[in-house]
């Protein structure tokens, strides 16, 4: 009788025990819940400073009752909007200064760590979001719903108060982690975004944003004067060409004074650009930032260009446009995506960075996950940043990291940014999945700071994301150790784990069709141009695997510095993670542990499916500590996930081994599929959201 007490006060305890509050994600990290009194003493009331004020009465937890001062006057030490946290509050020079001071020393009161004294400045100037929303409302690329800034034309340009809150609240999130600009459309921009009519939606976009200290910038097409402006042409050098860009860029300024600049993707992937009037990148450039430098705007021109006869594709940025170093006004940046592909799973930095030292430079990373599992995967892009942030380009010596060689440290450019493809849309959670809400943060922080680890980010996002609010020491214990260790690891993990299984070793750009999510190292419809088809980039036949890229091959390692071309042309020294980025190798060559190739490569496919199903078991023993709704939705994303992991695991060896010819290990997995089920599947790619 005892013993079935007993038993029904634990299951009372365990099972009927209040659920968690149900959550559904549209907080972010900034989730409400208890704030003690605090008295805030600031000296103005701009907006920035009201925000700062209503921050703290709404999410103070230390001392209650406390007086918290916000002062200018920080002193050199700080910079820009940087701030200085004191006993007493925040100093800064700026308004949004204090603001950013304010969101930290909050999120060190959630996060519980000490509320610290020091300085905190930016690493970049311009810490920018890039969406690739469409004027209809479709974002391209986009897995987290419909375009929050665009609808439709027309009457659809109409301004109404549900969105002025939505752009609010996502205001209110960038600013929490320091991101100070965004830019409102797709880099394939359609030239009607400078018309008018939808310069009164960027307009009141940028009035809703300006509190929070994010400026707007607008990515434009280089034939708008010929297609919206009716010229015969829109060649940089015609003069009424000129004329056209600086009447719009003044409009632009005249409605919004703060107007951040443009972003231009030309002679790329089919848009047009100065090159379709022989002239160079940096002379379309250097003419749209004379237009915008007497309003004290700037110029991103991308780097991003290919061209379909190229031998390899990795070769092209660093050929245009390391000629053209020196040759671009101050106020243009050239904004290089971290590889010199395409945001594939895993590449070495561009060669670009640390390469281009009379220009100023700055990195593009993908938020949205294109190439990484869309909202599906559970995919935590922090350490691939931070692998990218930190590598060394040897550009100025030992310790040129990209980070160091593109925030002025380095090379003392005038301006420096970082942008991140933005993974944001309508879907209530803002990103579809709800650990996706933390590449947005991580890359926040780290424009903020590309110092911090992203174990650091992670552990910080996690604590402010899932915390239970409230509770005593012990209870906090108990969190860190069953849910927070554990979902921190499988975050951390989570990014090898998808190169594991999707594209391991330095393979690269084995995607199918269009879509870019599922395996297809067969795709290679008749006609289509060879550097969109993975057989371009797997090389695989009988003798081997992978691209070369070295002296002997297409010699792109000669695009970097000394040192490293060195360690990336002999098979021997490549780093092994790189390995078929740089070389195509036989399947029987000795891998550093011992295997084969063709073993490791299954190895690999098996390690990274594995990390997956130990994901869905990490998962569901954190039940107890979250709320149902977030708990079932991950839940039933890892199920995806680790279906489609077993796809991509299968695919890839059935379709590798009709060149290798050798039997999987056979202490693996036997695939459960035939390679003809496999390559037929593919619709439900195309319609997930
Ligand atoms: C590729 C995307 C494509 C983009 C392009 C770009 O597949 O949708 O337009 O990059 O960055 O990764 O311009």
Known sequence: MRAIIGALIVFNMVIMAPPVRGESGRELWLRAGGADPVHVVAAGDSAAIELARGELRRGWRGKAGATVTLALGAGAEVRGDGYRLTASGVTANTDLGLLYGVYDLLRRQRTGRPAGEGVSNPAYERRILNHWDNLDGSVERGYGGRSIFWRGGGAALAVTERDRELWAEYGRANASIGINGTVINNVNAAPEVLSDACLGRVQAIADVLRPYGIRVYLSVKFSSPAQLGKLPTSDPLDERVVAWWRERVAEVYRRIPDFGGLLVKANSEGQPGPQDFGRTHAEGANMLADALAP????VMWRAFVYNPGDRDRARQAYAEFMPLDGRF???????????????????????????????????????????????????????????????????????????????????????????????????????????????????????????????????EWLRLTFAPPGGNRAKRAQWEDEFLGPVRGMMLRSWEAAIDYMMPLGLHHIFAGVHHYGP?????????????????????????????????????????????????????????????????????????????????IACRYQRGL???????????RVEPYVDAERFAAVQSKLRRHCRDAQIWKDACLLYFQQFSRMPIPYELERPVQDLEELMKIELPWLHHN
């Not at 594995?610 to 569901?620: C, I």
Request: glycine fraction near 10%; aromatic fraction near 14%.
């Open 295 to 298: 309003h004290g705007g700037i």
């Open 520 to 600: 297809g190292p067969w795709y290679a419809p008749e006609g289509m141009r060879p550097d969109w088809t993975p057989p371009y980039y797997h090389q695989a036949d009988a003798g081997g695997i992978g691209f070369d890229r070295t002296r002997r091959g297409s010699d792109a390692v000669s695009q970097y510095a000394g040192p490293l071309a060195a360690l990336f042309d002999d098979p021997e020294t490549c780093p092994e993670m790189y390995l078929l980025w740089f070389h195509h190798l036989p399947w029987n060559h000795k891998m550093k542990s011992g295997r084969t190739l063709w073993d490791e």
């Open 610 to 620: 594995d990390q997956v199903r130990e994901f869905q078991k990490v998962w569901d």
């Open 329 to 459: 006004r101050p106020n243009v940046i050239v904004q290089v995506k971290n590889g010199p592909v395409d945001f594939q799973p895993r590449e070495p930095f561009n060669p670009l960075f640390g390469a281009m030292k009379k220009t100023a430079v700055m990195p593009e990373l993908q938020i949205t996950q294109e190439y990484l599992g869309h909202s599906i995967h559970l995919v935590f892009l922090g350490p691939m940043w931070e692998e990218f942030l930190r590598s060394d380009t040897y550009g100025a010596g030992p310790g040129s990291t990209v980070a160091r060689a593109t925030d002025g440290s380095l090379f003392g450019q005038e301006h420096s940014a970082i942008a991140g493809v933005a993974n944001i849309g309508l879907d209530h959670n803002w990103c579809g999945h709800h650990f996706a809400q933390a590449n947005w943060y991580a890359f926040g922080r780290l424009a903020w700071d590309h110092t911090l680890g992203s174990r650091e980010i992670a552990d």
